[in-house]
């Protein structure tokens, strides 16, 4: 990419100069809850965050309380039984489902 490519492309995303000047705009942008405009879609990516934050902060609430459900109970079962079968199978399924990321378990759930 040549120069005047970058500056052409940079231009309408305000970072054709850095200077301290736009920084700070920048973090006042941030302070104030302005976060600019989606690349992909154009429109505010402060409402997209509205709008996309409740149901968000709901799976995220309800993720932390099943994880507490189920870790718990499991944990302490662990704790009075150490060294039992019960204890190497919670222990194997603990570390598979800590080590599986959230999104491959997601996909594997989906399927018919």
């Known amino acids: 990419m040549t120069r005047s490519n970058a500056r052409t492309w940079s231009r309408p995303w305000g970072s054709a100069t850095r200077s301290w000047s736009s920084i700070g705009k920048w973090l006042r942008d941030i ?20 709008r996309r934050g409740p149901i968000t902060l709901e799976i995220a609430v309800l993720a932390t309380l099943l994880s507490w459900m189920v870790g718990f109970p499991v944990g302490i079962i662990s704790a009075l039984r150490p060294n ?8 194997f399924f603990s570390i598979l489902f800590v080590a599986i990321p959230g999104f491959w378990l997601a996909s594997w759930r989906s399927l018919p």
Do not use: I
């Open 84 to 91: 039992t079968r019960m204890d190497y199978a919670s222990r």
């Open 31 to 50: 302070g104030t809850g302005e976060f600019g405009k989606s690349l992909l879609r154009g429109d505010s990516v402060t409402q997209f965050v509205l």
